[in-house]
Structures are given as C-alpha cells and as structure tokens.
C-alpha cells in the first residue's frame, strides 16, 4: 500500500529547530523525486525543497535557502527536512510527497509546524 507519513511537526520558539520526517511505502524512492510543501492558514500549498531521484540534486524556495535542508536515505525509504533558525511566517501545515519526474504523484497528511513565543 502507497502511504506518505510525516512526523516531527510541533510547537518551536523563533530561532529555534525541527526535523521533519518521513517514511514512505509502496514505491521505490530509488526512482522518485521528493519533496516538501507547505501550506499556511488562508494561503495556497507551497513548494519548499525538493530532491532529485539523481543524486545531490536539490532544490529550495528562495525563503528557506540556508535554513531549511532536505535529504533522503533510500535504504529506509525515508525523507527529512532540518529546519533551522525557524521564524513565525514558517508557521504551516508542512506534506511531504513523491513522485516522477517530480514530487507531485503521492502526498502525506501533513504534519503542523508552529513558530511562536
């Protein structure tokens, strides 16, 4: 069965981290672009970073460059995001999906970041 399953989403202070996960079944990442989308109250999904199924190849939103950083171990068919120096405007309900040629075929539920003091 194709399942998309985020975790790591939570509660974090301005300036603070989190690591998004997640683990993925039925498809082989081997042969699958990533990616992570966000999506905040009142506002369209929108892409965040993405990686190639060729490896080293990765993209991000111009917001989250030298912040966030996406990476996969395709051993355990599993996807992250680190993300650093977090800031309120981060705050979404952040999906992981896969896909080819890109990260758009198969989407997660969704796990909530909130950035607030």
């Known amino acids: 069965q194709l399942q998309l399953v985020e975790s790591g989403g939570g509660l974090v202070q301005p300036g603070g981290s989190l690591r998004l996960s997640c683990a993925v079944s039925?498809?082989?990442?081997?042969?699958?672009?990533i990616g992570w989308f966000r999506q905040a109250p009142g506002k369209e999904r929108e892409f965040v970073s993405a990686?190639?199924?060729?490896?080293?190849?990765?993209y991000y939103a111009d917001s989250v460059k030298g912040r966030f950083t996406i990476s996969r171990d395709n051993a355990k068919n599993s996807v992250y995001l680190q993300m650093n120096s977090l800031k309120p405007e981060d705050t979404a309900v952040y999906y992981c999906?896969?896909?080819?040629?890109?990260?758009?075929?198969?989407w997660g539920q969704g796990t909530q970041v909130t950035v607030s003091s």
């Open positions: 990686s190639s199924w060729i490896p080293g190849t990765t």
């Open positions: 999906a896969a896909g080819h040629p890109n990260p758009s075929d198969y």
């Open positions: 039925g498809i082989n990442l081997d042969n699958h672009a």
